[in-house]
């Protein structure tokens, strides 16, 4: 019986002492997150602080940036072209295919047509 006794008080150490951490734990943690409350709400009311930077660079690595910035201006230049030519080419395409579907007599199979004739026949129908 005095060993039952005594682990029954070691056991309730233990949940004291557990108890007692959390105690200690959940002040120290409140602290943390008031202090960062504090912060945020000190940056919102100062605002936005702009620095000026100036980035410094090895002449080698400068010439190396340079053209690769250039590069890339060349791609997207293309890129522009590429997408600016594509849509002149529907646009043309569109008034290609207006033209001819009031021109063209419809007298196949709808099972022979291509995309191409079932759009001119659809801008026929729609208009």
């Known amino acids: 019986m005095h060993k039952t006794l005594k682990t029954e008080l070691e056991l309730e150490r233990a949940a004291t002492n557990a108890a007692n951490a959390h105690c200690t734990v959940v002040p120290a943690e409140l602290k943390v997150v008031l202090i960062h409350l504090k912060n945020t709400q000190w940056e919102k009311a ?4 702009k ?4 980035f410094v660079t090895h002449p080698d690595l400068e010439e190396a940036l340079d053209a690769e910035e250039m590069e ?12 600016a030519q594509k849509i002149a080419d529907i646009n043309a395409q ?3 295919i207006a033209h001819n579907s009031t021109l063209k007599v419809y007298d196949l199979p709808l099972s022979s047509l291509k995309k191409k004739e079932f759009k001119a026949l659809a ?3 729609g208009s």
Request: glycine share 4%; proline share 0%; net charge neutral.
């Open 46 to 49: 100062q605002g936005s602080i």
């Open 51 to 54: 620095v000026k930077a100036h």
């Open 72 to 83: 890339q201006l060349e791609k997207e230049q293309v890129e522009a072209k590429k997408e």
């Open 94 to 96: 569109n008034i290609c």
């Open 123 to 125: 801008i026929v129908l």
